[in-house]
């Protein structure tokens, strides 16, 4: 096998699929990255079976065939490179492979390719097409809710359920619950599926932004795929059922307020400095006279409070949350400006954005001794 | 206690100043920073024992006091204020201390000041100015050759030895050696002295380089202290005899090997990902026809092999080294062009920049198995 390829591309798309190598791989080949070099295009895997990666990009190939090869020192070794191309070859033993640019020749052993089990394209009962922006902001606007309990597995992954043409994507800890919807132009089936966290985060972090582009996304009964222009994602899907969240969510709110979301922002990661060493990282919140009041006690350390403005329709409220869960919020926000719907003083509050009624974000307040 | 100062500096001294706090401090005082407000100035202090630093900054006193605030939260919060200017005040009980600024406020619980070792300024034996930028470069071309192996405590400093007009600094882990000569236009006494290199690198980050300025070094028989502009830094010395390097240095060299520091870095660099998982990061190094032949060679992962142009005069010569040792003292060459001073396989080699003789640093090679 002998082939020569661009650097930055090959680079790039070792760092994409070395992602999928597990930190202690069950087997010494899949701390390796899979290379198939055939027509003038390279593919390179790399999985630790709950999660898949394939990448493609053109090369020049002189030989066809493919290698392993430990990924660190892959990554690495490519990245150290001068030039602007690499030509790569396998030994004629098999034994070790060659890579080559300007006047420096590393020599790294190869693994056994035909060991290591190969990606292939998975074949669902559900297949549609989702544009990389919308399928971004599902994920964007709930994956950070997710539990990080590997106890609680169903908790650790995103319900996605697509009903015709409606997709809505949920994600809880428990104590937080984060919902998106979005409508499709044409019904695309029906499914039902909890998606671990990880691979949706990998796909936020992947899926490039510069030209919107569709993804197509297919479902089997334990697992799901994302194909991204050159780039083929797996992952095993998460058994269990998500918790019906309906009831979670109130009807209304007796007290409607807007706040500027960065100065929320800005005010809730001050005052939370001398809240964050208690477990809860409470904040208490005292909505009246145009103002939010945040407030944090330590008693080791001492107490803060600010004043954002706001304005409240309805009656005053004073209340308390885990700061972490509101700035978590705050975050995944796109509007300028933030509604939070209010009740009593121990009720679950929302959070949506300005204009948006496709989200909404569900927190449960402390309890606190006044 | 209250005063109102400009926010950034305020941060900034306090950047500077927790420097000196020790992640567990023998007493709760020396987790604090130490604040005297009088006369339009405040001076902060942080000390561990060991070293000492003292900033002074402008400030609106408003009334004249003293107060200690655990350095972690002091910064931190400092750090988050809105606003340009910040007013802190010491509550009528002294025991909490207001930090304020727009509608943000901050009460944090005060140390006793009168705990705290206030830092004196020291009373030396030898006091001598020089300028910033020389004790940059002294400190620069050799601290990093110091040990960090505590149970060799002499080695963990570099050395300083002043006799009359000349400035000696060194530092060496017993593998490698770096001495770094300055001339004074008037003898400013004698002393022989062995400084952390802690403090010596805190120079190297605390010193602003933007203007040149006059540094004040005051010695006394266990103490330095250095005096920068609006900052005063004082370190214990470090007890011993630190040892005569001057036989190790080689007298002459059979073989004179120049090399562009940039590409002999890169090189090294690359090289060396595949030596140094092992213990002796062993780069070996070729230097015949017009090249350097660098090899690197791990059984459990691969070879690399690299040639970079070199000027060389006088025998062909094959040797080894620790790869860090070299990339170490390669990045503190100010340069374009290194030298390399070469005897036999196994003789100690010196690297030093073209056209500065008042730079050397020798490092020992190592016997590798042909």
Known sequence: MKFTCTKNELANALRIVSKAIANKPQTPVLAGIYVRAEENQLELQATNYELGFVSRIQAEVETPGQIAIGGRYFLEVVNK?????????????????????????????????AEFPVIRPLDGNLQ???KDNVLRTLIKKTSFACSTDEGKPVFTGCSLV????????AASNM???????ETFDEPIGSIRIIIPAKILNEILHSASSDIPSDITITCSYNQISFVLDNLYMTSRLIEGTFPSYSRVIPNSFATHVQVDTAAFTAALDRVSLIARSDEYNVVKMDFRNKQVHLMARNPEVGDADEYV????????????????YFIDVMKALDSSVCRIGLNQELSPAAVREADNDKFIYVVTPVRTAH
Chains 1, 2 share one sequence.
């Open 81 to 113: 490179m001068p030039g602007d191309t690499i030509t790569i070859s396998l030994d004629d033993d098999a034994r070790t492979v060659h890579i080559q640019s300007e006047k420096v020749n590393f020599t790294l052993l190869s693994m056994n390719p």
């Open 162 to 169: 697509v009903d015709g043409t409606e997709v809505t994507m």
């Open 128 to 130: 549609f097409t989702i």
């Open 309 to 324: 403005s706001a304005e409240i329709d309805g009656p005053d409220v004073q209340t308390a949350f885990n700061a972490q």
């Open 175 to 181: 104590h937080r619950l984060s919902v998106m919807k």
